[in-house]
C-alpha cells in the first residue's frame, strides 16, 4: 500500500510540472539598477505573454517560466549567487507589479530561476542536477519548452538557437520549441561570459555541509520563498553526491530538511481560510525544488511517509537519487528538526530572521550538540525597484497579501 501511494504522489507531483518557456541569459550585470535596466523590459514582455496564454488554458494553471542565467568559473560563492538571486527574483515581482500580471497564480506566470554552467568548470558540463546545471543536461533534458528565449548578440546564440530549435533528448526524442531572440538594452561595454563565480567577490562557503535545513510555513509560494528555497540547495555540498551514486563503504548522504509550519499553528493567521494545508504546502515546496535540481531525464522518485510519536515527526520523505533526499518535516515550534537532529550542521535564514537562527544555536548548546553554521539570505523589497506602487510589489512577495487577494477574488465571483 505504502508502494502504491508513493508511486500516485510522484505521479501527482510530476504532472503539473510542465515548462511553457525557457529565458536563457548569458550576459547578466550583478548591480540590480543595471540588471533592471538590461532586463526589465524583456521580462515584461514575456511575462504578459505568457500570462495571457495561461489565462487562455484555465485547466493549465500558471504558465512555468524557466530563467536560466549563465555562470562560468570555478566554485559555488555563496553570498554572490543569493544576491543575485534576490536581485532576478525582486525584478520579477516588480515588473509583474507594473504589468498586471499574475506571479505563481491562476492565469499567471511560474517563473524559476537557476544557473547553467557554459564552460564546465562549474559543475561540468554534462551535471544534470541544479541549481547549477551543465549546458548539455539543460539542452538534453526532457523539458516541454513551447518557447525558448535568447539575447541577440549573444556570441553563443546561433548555436543554442540550432540546438534548442530540435534538441535530442537523453530518450531519444526529438523536441521542437519556438526560439526567440530578444533585444537587451547593454551599457555599450563588451559584452560578459556570465556570472563569473570565482571573481574573488564573495567567500565560498566555509565549509562542505551534507545536511542543511530551512523553515517557514511556505503558504502560496511566492518569489521570497523560492528565492530561500533555492539558496538552502547552494548552501548544501551537492557536487560529489548528486553526480556519483552514494558509495556502499558510507559515503554520506546529502540531506536538504525543510521544517513546514504545520496547520494548527495557522488558524490565527490572516485570511487563515484562504490558507493551504500541509500537505499543499510540502507538494508546492517540493515541485519547485525539484524544477531547479533535477534536469534528469532518468531519474526516479521514491516518496514515503513517516508518523512517528514525539516532535517533528510527521514527514515526508523524498528520494531524488541514492544520495540526495529530502524531508518535509511538520513543526510545531520555531526550531524544528534543527534540535531533534544533531546531523544537521547548516541552517539558512532571512535577514529578517537571523534571530532565530542564533536561538536555534543556543538550543543546541544546551544539548551538547555543535552550532549551526548559518547562512543569511537576502530579503526582497522594494528599494531600487521599478515604478510599481508598494502596495502592488507586496502582494507578490507575501503569503498574506496572497491570500487577501484569494479572499477578494472569491468575495467578487460569488456576487
Given at each position: 500500500?505504502?508502494?502504491?501511494?508513493?508511486?500516485?504522489?510522484?505521479?501527482?507531483?510530476?504532472?503539473?510540472?510542465?515548462?511553457?518557456?525557457?529565458?536563457?541569459?548569458?550576459?547578466?550585470?550583478l548591480?540590480?539598477?543595471?540588471?533592471k535596466?538590461?532586463?526589465?523590459h524583456?521580462?515584461?514582455?514575456?511575462?504578459?505573454?505568457?500570462?495571457?496564454?495561461?489565462?487562455?488554458?484555465?485547466?493549465r494553471g500558471?504558465?512555468?517560466?524557466?530563467?536560466?542565467?549563465?555562470?562560468?568559473?570555478?566554485?559555488?560563492?555563496?553570498d554572490?549567487?543569493?544576491?543575485?538571486l534576490?536581485?532576478?527574483?525582486?525584478?520579477?515581482?516588480?515588473?509583474?507589479?507594473?504589468?498586471?500580471?499574475?506571479l505563481?497564480?491562476?492565469?499567471?506566470?511560474?517563473?524559476?530561476v537557476?544557473?547553467?554552467?557554459?564552460?564546465?568548470?562549474?559543475?561540468?558540463?554534462?551535471c544534470?542536477?541544479?541549481?547549477?546545471?551543465?549546458?548539455?543536461?539543460?539542452?538534453?533534458?526532457n523539458?516541454?519548452?513551447?518557447?525558448?528565449?535568447?539575447?541577440?548578440?549573444?556570441?553563443r546564440?546561433?548555436?543554442?538557437a540550432a540546438?534548442?530549435?530540435?534538441?535530442?533528448t537523453t530518450?531519444?526524442?526529438?523536441?521542437?520549441?519556438?526560439?526567440?531572440?530578444?533585444?537587451?538594452?547593454?551599457?555599450?561595454?563588451?559584452?560578459?561570459?556570465g556570472?563569473?563565480?570565482?571573481?574573488?567577490?564573495?567567500?565560498?562557503?566555509?565549509?562542505?555541509?551534507s545536511?542543511?535545513?530551512?523553515g517557514?510555513?511556505?503558504?502560496?509560494?511566492?518569489a521570497?520563498?523560492?528565492?530561500?528555497?533555492?539558496?538552502?540547495?547552494?548552501?548544501?555540498?551537492?557536487c560529489?553526491?548528486?553526480?556519483?551514486?552514494?558509495q556502499?563503504?558510507?559515503?554520506e548522504?546529502?540531506?536538504?530538511?525543510v521544517?513546514?509550519?504545520?496547520?494548527?499553528?495557522?488558524v490565527?493567521?490572516k485570511?487563515?481560510?484562504?490558507?493551504?494545508?500541509?500537505?499543499?504546502?510540502?507538494q508546492?515546496?517540493?515541485?519547485?525544488?525539484?524544477?531547479?535540481?533535477?534536469?534528469?531525464s532518468?531519474s526516479?522518485?521514491?516518496?514515503?511517509?513517516?508518523?512517528?510519536?514525539?516532535?517533528?515527526?510527521?514527514?515526508?520523505?523524498?528520494?531524488?537519487?541514492?544520495?540526495?533526499?529530502?524531508r518535509f518535516?511538520?513543526?510545531?515550534?520555531?526550531?524544528?528538526?534543527?534540535?531533534?537532529?544533531?546531523?544537521?550542521?547548516?541552517?539558512?535564514?532571512?535577514?529578517?530572521?537571523?534571530?532565530?537562527?542564533q536561538?536555534?544555536?543556543?538550543?543546541?548548546?544546551k544539548?551538547?550538540?555543535?552550532?549551526?553554521?548559518v547562512?543569511?539570505?537576502?530579503?526582497?523589497?522594494?528599494?531600487?525597484?521599478?515604478?510599481?506602487?508598494?502596495?502592488?510589489?507586496?502582494s507578490?512577495?507575501?503569503s498574506?497579501?496572497i491570500?487577501?487577494?484569494?479572499?477578494?477574488?472569491?468575495?467578487?465571483?460569488?456576487?
Amino acid at each position: 500500500d505504502l508502494h502504491v501511494r508513493s508511486r500516485r504522489q510522484r505521479q501527482m507531483c510530476i504532472r503539473d510540472s510542465r515548462h511553457s518557456a525557457l529565458l536563457l541569459l548569458t550576459d547578466t550585470p550583478l548591480a540590480f539598477a543595471a540588471l533592471k535596466e538590461t532586463c526589465g523590459h524583456a521580462l515584461s514582455t514575456i511575462l504578459q505573454a505568457h500570462a495571457t496564454a495561461s489565462r487562455d488554458d484555465k485547466d493549465r494553471g500558471p504558465a512555468v517560466l524557466d530563467i536560466a542565467v549563465s555562470a562560468c568559473g570555478k566554485g559555488k560563492p555563496f553570498d554572490l549567487l543569493q544576491r543575485f538571486l534576490a536581485d532576478m527574483y525582486r525584478l520579477l515581482a516588480a515588473v509583474s507589479a507594473a504589468a498586471s500580471v499574475e506571479l505563481d497564480g491562476p492565469g499567471g506566470v511560474d517563473a524559476r530561476v537557476f544557473f547553467v554552467d557554459l564552460d564546465g568548470q562549474a559543475c561540468g558540463d554534462a551535471c544534470s542536477y541544479g541549481p547549477i546545471i551543465g549546458v548539455k543536461s539543460l539542452m538534453r533534458s526532457n523539458r516541454s519548452w513551447d518557447t525558448v528565449y535568447l539575447a541577440s548578440g549573444c556570441e553563443r546564440a546561433a548555436s543554442f538557437a540550432a540546438m534548442l530549435s530540435a534538441r535530442e533528448t537523453t530518450d531519444n526524442r526529438i523536441k521542437t520549441a519556438d526560439v526567440r531572440t530578444l533585444d537587451l538594452k547593454t551599457s555599450g561595454e563588451k559584452p560578459s561570459t556570465g556570472l563569473v563565480l570565482d571573481q574573488g567577490t564573495a567567500p565560498p562557503t566555509a565549509a562542505a555541509h551534507s545536511s542543511v535545513a530551512v523553515g517557514g510555513t511556505f503558504d502560496h509560494l511566492h518569489a521570497g520563498h523560492k528565492l530561500l528555497l533555492t539558496a538552502t540547495v547552494l548552501a548544501l555540498d551537492t557536487c560529489s553526491s548528486i553526480s556519483q551514486p552514494a558509495q556502499r563503504d558510507g559515503q554520506e548522504k546529502r540531506v536538504v530538511t525543510v521544517g513546514i509550519t504545520g496547520d494548527e499553528l495557522l488558524v490565527n493567521k490572516k485570511y487563515a481560510e484562504f490558507l493551504e494545508s500541509w500537505e499543499d504546502r510540502w507538494q508546492g515546496v517540493w515541485r519547485f525544488l525539484q524544477s531547479i535540481i533535477d534536469f534528469s531525464s532518468s531519474s526516479t522518485v521514491d516518496i514515503r511517509r513517516e508518523n512517528e510519536p514525539g516532535p517533528n515527526g510527521r514527514r515526508v520523505i523524498v528520494s531524488l537519487s541514492p544520495g540526495l533526499e529530502f524531508r518535509f518535516v511538520q513543526i510545531a515550534d520555531p526550531f524544528g528538526p534543527t534540535i531533534t537532529d544533531r546531523d544537521i550542521t547548516a541552517l539558512v535564514v532571512s535577514k529578517e530572521t537571523r534571530s532565530g537562527g542564533q536561538a536555534v544555536n543556543d538550543e543546541r548548546l544546551k544539548k551538547g550538540w555543535p552550532t549551526l553554521e548559518v547562512f543569511e539570505v537576502d530579503v526582497l523589497d522594494t528599494a531600487d525597484a521599478v515604478s510599481a506602487s508598494e502596495d502592488s510589489f507586496e502582494s507578490k512577495i507575501s503569503s498574506t497579501e496572497i491570500r487577501r487577494r484569494r479572499m477578494n477574488l472569491a468575495k467578487e465571483s460569488s456576487l
